[in-house]
């Protein structure tokens, strides 16, 4: 079952916090994992995304943490603000193929000024 | 620029009536996409193409068809609207198949949100 979970489904943070958005993911096919955000009444974009052969990736304030052996990989947003309120999704994918691009459910994030 | 275009944004369909989501891209992708996204899920794929006159089945195709007779266009088809496609249906291309970070990524529109009633 080429699955992914992700979680919490909501987060709610005050500006400066650090919210931590999680997902597993069974299939050991999967090389490519990619976060997106989406804001409201938009498409998703794409954030950040991360191959199996690191454990951590930066850009700017978004940092995605893996770990293959626990088949678990995060995304930290760094002194979170305002504007990061959206709606995150992390995927999966088996060679980076965007046709096998498998979403987890989704995290709402709200962060209070 | 305008990216990845949807029309209509908004529609109200009765069972059994049929309907077309129009998806337009001016970026010269190879590449496009239909994906449907319910309330509390993910996106699922439900068709893609990978050129003019070559189009494929994705994750959940049932109750839907797909043409790609121009680069730009890539419009879905309903022909008997049920309740269960009422939904979020997001259009999206990209310049290859492969989604590798900062390389071919792929370009969403902003949503079709159909209710069957």
Redesign the interface.
């Known amino acids: 079952q080429q699955q ?1 979970k ?1 979680s919490p ?1 909501s987060l709610i943070v005050q500006k400066g916090g650090i919210p931590i958005i999680n997902c597993a993911y069974e299939n050991t096919a999967f090389d ?1 994992f ?1 976060w997106y955000q989406q804001f409201p ?6 954030l ?4 199996p052969d690191v454990s951590e990736k930066k850009e700017g304030r978004f940092t995605i943490s893996f770990n293959k052996s626990a088949k678990q990989f995060s995304l930290h947003i760094m002194d979170s603000q305002p504007g990061d309120s959206a709606t995150y ?1 992390c ?1 999966a ?1 088996i ?5 096998q ?6 995290t709402q994030l709200t962060v209070l000024p | 620029n305008a990216g990845v275009t949807q029309t209509p944004k908004f529609r109200i369909l009765k069972i059994g009536q049929s309907m077309t989501l129009q998806c337009t891209q001016d970026m010269n992708h190879n590449y496009m996409y239909w994906y449907r996204q319910d309330p509390g899920m993910g996106l699922k794929l439900i068709y893609y193409s990978v050129g003019a006159g070559i189009t494929d089945k994705g994750e959940v195709p049932n109750g839907y068809n797909v043409s790609r007779s121009t680069t730009e266009d890539f419009p879905l088809r309903l022909e008997l609207a049920a309740p269960s496609q009422t939904s979020v249906y997001f259009c999206a291309s990209s310049y290859s198949g492969f989604v590798l970070a900062g390389n071919n990524e792929q370009f969403f529109g902003p949503g079709t949100r159909l209710t069957v009633l």
């Open positions: 992914v992700q489904q490519y990619p009444g938009k498409g998703p974009a794409l950040i995304a991360i191959r999704f995927a994918s060679g980076g193929s965007a046709r691009l498998t979403f987890g459910s989704g």
